[in-house]
């Protein structure tokens, strides 16, 4: 069974960082891409950030490329997405999702977390 958890959410003023994680199982980094995909309210979901399976090859939206960065640790099957220079259009729900396809559309993702709050206040 696929399981992905993510951790890390909070309260953080502007201009400040949050890291992310999501602890996974029920596959391995060589099986399914995973990405970030955030929802603000009123807000459709949103894909951030995205890490290929195997390769480990990166892609960002253009929102947050620069800011945020994604990474894995294999040994712990955990994915990690550092937000620094946080602003208040990054408040959002955070998911973390697996796929089969690659890329930051919501519609690429089988299997979904049940997502980590970011709240940044001005």
Do not use: H
């Amino acid at each position: 069974e696929v399981q992905l958890v993510e951790s890390g959410g909070g309260l953080v003023q502007a201009g400040g960082s949050l890291r992310l994680s999501c602890k996974f199982s029920g596959f391995t980094f060589d099986d399914l891409n995973i990405g970030w995909l955030r929802q603000a309210p009123g807000q459709e979901r949103e894909g951030v950030a995205a890490i290929r399976s195997g390769s480990g090859d990166t892609f960002y939206s253009k929102y947050v490329e620069g800011r945020f960065t994604i990474s894995r640790d294999i040994d712990k099957n955990t994915v990690y997405l550092q937000m620094n220079n946080l602003d208040s259009e990054d408040t959002a729900d955070y998911y973390c999702a697996a796929g089969w396809d690659y890329g930051l559309g919501p519609g690429l993702y089988t299997y979904w977390g049940q997502g980590t709050q970011v709240t940044v206040s001005a």
